[in-house]
């Protein structure tokens, strides 16, 4: 069992380069989140899902993009890099039991990007 | 808007001792409160979570957290610690009918020998 898959682990980017870090689950969920995590800084969330064909800026939208074509995938674009886009990019994927949404979240083993 | 404030970016105690890592909320309405855990190099891992059932809520390692409405905490505690229990520690929050946690900064324990 799978569950949340992200690639690369560790990618070095030039500034102004482009990349996408790929994130697919299989574990059905519908819900799907990216965060980046500073030191000290806890985690931000950038962008998140509630199912395909959905998405929604989170608190740090800024430089990324994202799209939800498929259940299984939510890849995050970051478009002419920036020093400050030097961070660990979690992605994380829940479910909804019925109405009730509990938010537990599983996570990816992260993507260590250094922008230089 | 929710928050979670975690007192103490480092905690230190020796292997055996009590743990106690801090945390405290702000939510207008009642929240799911959530610890995660995340080793070196790993993702986070949901250690428990409070959502408006039974306030003291035991998960998984022997952790367990109280959710006191009174003081607006949601403070994480094990009895004894082990050199295995080392790694850092997330709060987060969520309105019970959003979609969105919020997570605090982070609290880095250390188990001493």
């Known amino acids: 069992n799978a569950g949340v898959t992200q690639t690369p682990k560790f990618r070095i980017l030039k500034i102004g380069q482009s990349m996408t870090l790929q994130c697919t689950q299989d574990?059905?969920?519908?819900?799907m989140y990216w965060y980046r995590q500073d030191p000290g800084m806890g985690l931000k969330l950038i962008y998140y899902?509630?199912?395909?064909?959905?998405?929604d800026k989170g608190e740090v939208p800024n430089g990324y993009n994202v799209s939800r074509s498929t259940t299984e995938d939510f890849p995050l674009r970051l478009e002419l890099a920036a020093p400050s886009q030097t961070s660990v990019y979690f992605c994380?994927?829940?479910?909804?039991?019925?109405?009730?949404?509990?938010?537990?979240?599983?996570f990816g083993e992260g993507s260590r990007l250094t922008v230089l | 808007a929710q928050s979670v404030t975690q007192l103490g970016s480092h905690v230190s105690v020796s292997e055996g001792a009590l743990v106690l890592l801090r945390c405290n909320y702000s939510?207008?309405?009642?929240?799911?409160l959530f610890w995660y855990v995340q080793y070196p190099n790993q993702g986070l891992q949901l250690l428990l979570k409070?959502?408006?059932?039974?306030?003291l809520v035991k998960g998984i390692n022997g952790f367990e957290a109280e959710f006191k409405k009174s003081e607006t905490s949601f403070h994480l505690t094990k009895p004894s610690a082990h050199m295995s229990d080392a790694a850092e520690y997330f709060c987060?929050?969520?309105?019970?009918?959003?979609?969105?946690?919020?997570f605090g900064e982070g609290t880095q324990l250390t188990v001493n020998p």
């Open positions: 987060a929050v969520k309105r019970a009918s959003g979609s969105r946690l919020t």
């Open positions: 899902s509630v199912g395909a064909g959905i998405t």
């Open positions: 994380a994927s829940s479910y909804s039991m019925g109405t009730r949404y509990t938010g537990e979240l599983f």
């Open positions: 574990m059905n969920h519908n819900y």
């Open positions: 939510s207008s309405v009642p929240p799911y």
């Open positions: 409070y959502t408006s059932a039974a306030t």
